[in-house]
């Protein structure tokens, strides 16, 4: 039996997905009045609760051999830190001692975004962040970077058999939500769109979940794997979504005074009492890198791979074309 938390998001269903083509036993945890769409008719057993309920863990762990952890609060902004520990650190915190007491694998799925960026494209950033930028310090960042080392922790101090995962850009069908698929949404509906200067590791859902499932066996205790794909630039990533939507959307790219733009937001932000949006300049920041990473090591221990940047949209915009049929 395989436990899996946060299985209704974009990577966590196209997991649960994965397990269950495989013939292996699903036993997931969803919060109250999740969207229950993404697991539609799925073989698998469903626990309602909360990270933060430590019975119900203990009960959705009872009898796993491995616990893949998905389930994340993703807010890229400079507020609800709070927040974002709570989930991101806690309640992995939380799997993580149920997982060391019943002896179950745990699977850590964080991000490349706990990784410093990339000078360029000719050095991109493998799982040691060395020579690297840092990466904007916003909530998301501070939490998975925060729960990358406690899990780290646990597997030096509490011989937890954890592995991390540390996937990049996500695209591929299945994204309720949306995610990912609300860019390609925006790309569909607009005439103009503006690209960040920054650039970032695209990679297919699906072959991330494979490589995930497949590190139940494969991968080695305590390593970290980053999964990745094509390292490019927003404004290339944006014109791909252009071509698998049909549409003759202008594609423009911004330039590095995006930077300076970005303060003034968030100087904004601070004078007026108003909530942080998407937009905002910790995310603003954040696109003008480059967030391009190795996935050599996945490939030679995992055998991972992932398929070309154009088939993961255009299966993605297909599948939301169905979904409105």
């Known amino acids: 039996m395989i436990f899996v938390t946060g299985g209704t998001g974009l990577l966590g269903n196209n997991i649960v997905r994965e397990l269950c083509q495989r013939g292996l036993p699903v036993r997931a945890l969803v919060r109250k009045g999740s969207d229950m769409r993404p697991l539609a008719g799925l073989d698998v057993e469903l626990i309602e609760g909360e990270l933060a309920d430590r019975e119900q863990l203990q009960r959705g762990i009872e009898g796993c051999n491995a616990a893949i952890h998905c389930a994340a609060y993703i807010h890229l902004g400079w507020k609800n830190l709070e927040k974002s520990r709570q989930i991101n650190v806690e309640g992995t915190r939380g799997v993580a001692e149920v997982c060391a007491a019943q002896g179950a694998r745990l699977l850590h799925v964080s991000s490349v975004d706990a990784l410093p960026t990339a000078c360029d494209a000719e050095h991109p950033i493998d799982e040691s962040g060395e020579r690297g930028v840092p990466n904007t310090p916003c909530s998301y960042v501070i939490s998975k970077r925060e729960s990358e080392a406690m899990v780290d922790a646990y597997v030096r ?169």
Not at 243 to 252: F, I, N
């Open 157 to 325: 101090e509490k011989d937890l058999d954890a592995v991390i995962f540390q996937p990049g850009f996500m695209l591929g069908p299945h994204d309720w939500k949306p995610s990912s698929g609300k860019m390609i949404q925006e790309v569909a509906r607009l005439k103009l769109v503006a690209a960040p200067p920054g650039g970032c590791s695209v990679c297919d859902v699906r072959d991330v979940a494979n490589a995930i499932v497949d590190g139940i066996g494969l991968a080695r205790k305590g390593e970290h794997y980053i999964l990745g794909g094509a390292n490019m630039t927003y404004q290339a990533l944006w014109h791909l979504m252009r071509e698998a939507v049909g549409r003759p959307t202008k594609v423009y790219r911004l330039g590095p005074s995006l930077r300076w733009f970005a303060r003034a937001v968030d100087i904004g932000l601070g004078i007026l009492p108003v909530r942080e949006g998407d937009v905002n300049g910790a995310s603003i920041a954040m696109g003008c890198l480059f967030h391009y990473y190795d996935s050599s090591k996945a490939a030679r221990e995992l055998n991972y791979h992932s398929r070309e940047p154009q088939v993961s949209l255009n299966d993605a915009w297909q599948w939301m074309a169905e979904q409105r049929s």
